[in-house]
């Protein structure tokens, strides 16, 4: 008699970002998916290139979507062993506004669920790129204290935008270093403050640093170190084509 060999089936299962993205009231990701094997699938629009928003040299994919409910990063580490080199070409042809069905692993990290490899390469998820309808409108932000807020439901604050594509409105540079791979601050009128991250393969800080009142573009992330995870929201702009001049009439702030 042959011998009987063990198969363990593991569901492919449709959500969208919203339901991954389920936190306890101390910010802690708690998407049942996180515990098990299953895939989960989203179709959702790239805010990004694969590798856009990467350190200078590095092939991981680090790749935001967002459909109508919220946001989420996909993510391939390449010091791991895996990154762009282990998915199609087609892949590293995928630009912000491309519709895209993903399909993989669940995993935590800084506060947010991903779809990710649990960093083993053989858990490699699936990307269909399904058109290209265009970038989602960005979420207006004109309060910086209200946004960045902790809301265990996600209806409002840093959870609600987490993961989309947003605008600042109305803010100025107010401290950091302006270079490739650094850090700065935008504030508002009210002097409320957000981190912005200049990641090394957008070019960012190559250019003249942008000066008064402007308008900010970019993606919404989180980045919490420690629990509770109820912080470390951040701006990640793609360009400098994310930094757009305003006709503000605000006057009288001490500029960067």
């Known amino acids: 008699m042959a011998a009987i060999t063990s198969i ?114 053989v858990f490699t998820f699936t990307i269909e790129n399904l058109g290209h309808p265009g970038e989602p409108v960005p979420y207006d932000i004109a309060d910086l204290q209200q946004a960045q807020a902790f809301d265990p439901s996600r209806a409002t604050g840093g959870e609600f935008y987490q993961g989309r594509l947003v605008r600042l409105r109305d803010v100025h540079l107010s401290s950091g270093t302006w270079e490739q791979g650094g850090r700065v601050a935008v504030a508002d009128v009210n002097g409320a403050t957000i981190s912005v991250v200049l990641r090394g393969q957008t070019g960012l800080g190559t250019q003249p640093a942008p000066a008064g009142v402007i308008d900010l573009v970019g993606i919404f992330n989180q980045e919490d170190t420690s629990v509770p995870y109820t912080g470390g929201y951040e701006i990640w702009p793609r360009s400098i084509n994310d930094f757009i001049e305003t006709s503000s009439t605000v006057e009288n702030w001490s500029l960067y």
């Open 8 to 121: 363990h089936c593991y569901a492919q299962i449709p959500t969208t970002c919203a339901a991954m993205n389920v936190v306890s009231p101390t910010g802690n990701p708690v998407f049942p998916g996180l515990n098990t094997l299953d895939r989960y699938q989203v179709e959702a629009i790239a805010l990004n290139s694969p590798t856009g928003l990467n350190s200078i040299g590095d092939n991981s994919i680090v790749l935001f979507v967002q459909d109508n409910t919220g946001g989420i990063q996909v993510y391939s580490g390449a010091w791991y062993g895996s990154g762009l080199p282990n998915y199609p070409a087609s892949v590293a042809q995928i630009v912000a506004g491309d519709l895209l069905r993903v399909t993989g692993l669940t995993g935590h990290f800084g506060g947010k669920t991903n779809i990710m490899e649990r960093h083993n390469p």
